[in-house]
Antibody, heavy 124, light 115 residues
Framework: QLQLQESGPGLVKPSETLSVSCNVS??????????WGWIRQPPGRGLEWIGT???????HYSPSLKSRVALSVDTSKNQFYLKLNSVTAADAAVYYC????????????????WGQGTTVTVSS | QAVLTQPSSLSASPGASASLTCTLR?????????IYWYQQKPGSPPQYLLR?????????GSGVPSRFSGSKDASANAGILLISGLQSEDEADYYC?????????FGGGTKLTVL
């Protein structure tokens, strides 16, 4: 059974770059059957999609975060990554990674498997 | 105006049915959209429940009980999550999701209280 596990820094200083990784177990990240996404949830608030990518590098980003986000993948480690630069207090959240079932080479359904999430605090 | 609007809260009694709505912004026709539903309990990640486009185009999440079902109300331009035979364990936040204009968009969530 596929499982996703996020790892993050816990604490990031304002203006610095937040880096979170997602380890995929029980399945291969190098599958054309799936895409891989990131979602966040500020404390006490709702869910916000950050971006989604395929293992070959096809990416879609949230328009509101596109200028600060970069997604990448390391197929040798079966992991994918989120980098968010120039963070502020508004970026404090639980960050989730998730799987999307592919419809085609560029299309995919919504998230169907989620990781447990990693909490990121932004403070100096 | 948000793309997806959900009522902030809903209460229902054990054993009853609860209908959670996800209303699309005026000008966006619910008929052509997939609507996804998630359940989130405190301290846990969202759990995928189902996706629904039409009665012939829908998919239940793995292991999700059949008492969770999806539908649409075209007159209200809304996606609906129907939970029948409510149980205390159904008390949670519920989020809808759709793909619109090149982005995934979540509704603001509905807190369902079972009392």
């Amino acid at each position: 059974q596929l499982q996703l596990q996020e790892s993050g820094p816990g604490l990031v200083k304002p203006s610095e770059t937040l880096s979170v990784s997602c380890n995929v177990s029980g399945g291969s990240i190098s599958s054309s059957d799936y895409f891989w996404g990131w979602i966040r949830q500020p404390p006490g608030r709702g869910l916000e999609w950050i971006g989604t990518m395929s293992y070959i590098g096809t990416t879609h980003y949230s328009p509101s975060l596109k200028s600060r986000v970069a997604l990448s993948v390391d197929t040798s480690k079966n992991q994918f990554y989120l980098k968010l630069n120039s963070v502020t207090a508004a970026d404090a959240a639980v960050y989730y990674c998730a799987r999307h079932e592919a419809v085609s080479a560029t299309g995919y359904y919504g998230m169907d498997v989620w990781g447990q999430g990693t909490t990121v605090t932004v403070s100096s | 105006q948000a793309v997806l609007t959900q009522p902030s809260s809903l209460s229902a009694s054990p054993g009853a049915s609860a209908s959670l709505t996800c209303t699309l912004r005026s000008g966006i026709n619910v008929g052509t959209y997939w609507i996804y539903w998630y359940q989130q309990k405190p301290g846990s990640p969202p759990q995928y429940l189902l996706r629904y486009k039409s009665d012939s185009d829908k998919k239940q999440g793995s292991g999700v009980p059949s008492r969770f079902s999806g539908s649409k109300d075209a007159s209200a331009n809304a996606g609906i999550l129907l939970i029948s035979g409510l149980q205390s364990e159904d008390e949670a936040d519920y989020y809808c999701l759709t793909w619109h204009s090149g982005a995934w968009v979540f509704g603001g969530g509905t807190k369902l209280t079972v009392l």
